[in-house]
Structures are given as C-alpha cells and as structure tokens.
C-alpha cells in the first residue's frame, strides 16, 4: 500500500484560498488514481474531486465546481487540491485517498479506495 501524507490546511476567511497536497511513497504513483474526500463534524465522509492517472481526467463533487482544482505532479509523487472561494460550509477535515488499479477506473466513493491519509483540517471563518 501506498503512505500518503497530506498537508496545507488551515484557517481562511470566506473567500479565501487554499491549497492542500499529497505526497505519496512508493515507485508505482501513476498507477494510482488519486482522490479528495472531506468530513465535516457529524457528517459522513463526502467525495470531493478525483484524478485519473495521467491527470487527464478529473470529476468533482457538484458542491465544489468551479472553486476546487484538483491536479497531479507524477514525478513528485504528489496530487493537489487548489480550493478558491471557500465558503464556511467547506469546513472539514480534508483527506486524501489512492486507489490503485490497473484499468483506469475512477472510483468516486469512499470503497473505492484502499489508502487514505491521516487528514488535514481546513476551517473557513464566516
């Protein structure tokens, strides 16, 4: 499995921007299709954006289209969330998420993916 280590939360004002990353051990990174998933306090674990391997390919959540970028370096081992206009209801503990495959498909639930990070708090002040 993969360790993936996120980093870049923090607090921001509405309006605001963030960028979080993930980095990732291992040799076989562009084999893996990287996602962003958050959890908000009470709430269930919610899909946010995902990659495919070459970073060719990228969904998002309807909630965060438009403000939310997600991008991939696969000679750093390391995927990106550029989060723009940030509203308070973005709030929540960001995580990263590697599935690997070998068929390119883009999971876009929780069980889709086999590796997660440890997560990285972003808190948007109204």
């Known amino acids: 499995q993969v360790q993936l280590v996120e980093s870049g939360g923090g607090l921001v004002q509405a309006g605001g921007s963030l960028r979080l990353s993930c980095v990732a051990s291992?040799?076989?990174?562009?084999?893996?299709?990287m996602g962003w998933f958050r959890q908000a306090p009470g709430k269930e674990r919610e899909f946010v954006a995902v990659?495919?391997?070459?970073?060719?390919?990228?969904y998002y959540a309807d909630s965060v289209k438009g403000r939310f970028t997600i991008s991939r370096d696969n000679a750093k081992n390391t995927v990106y969330l550029q989060m723009n206009s940030l509203k308070p209801e973005d709030t929540a503990v960001y995580y990263c998420?590697?599935?690997?495959?070998?068929?390119?498909?883009?999971?876009?639930?929780?069980?889709?993916?086999?590796?997660w990070g440890q997560g990285t708090q972003v808190t948007v002040s109204s």
């Open positions: 291992g040799r076989t990174f562009s084999r893996y299709v």
């Open positions: 990659v495919s391997w070459t970073g060719e390919r990228t």
């Open positions: 998420a590697a599935d690997y495959n070998t068929r390119g498909r883009i999971g876009r639930t929780a069980t889709d993916f086999g590796s």
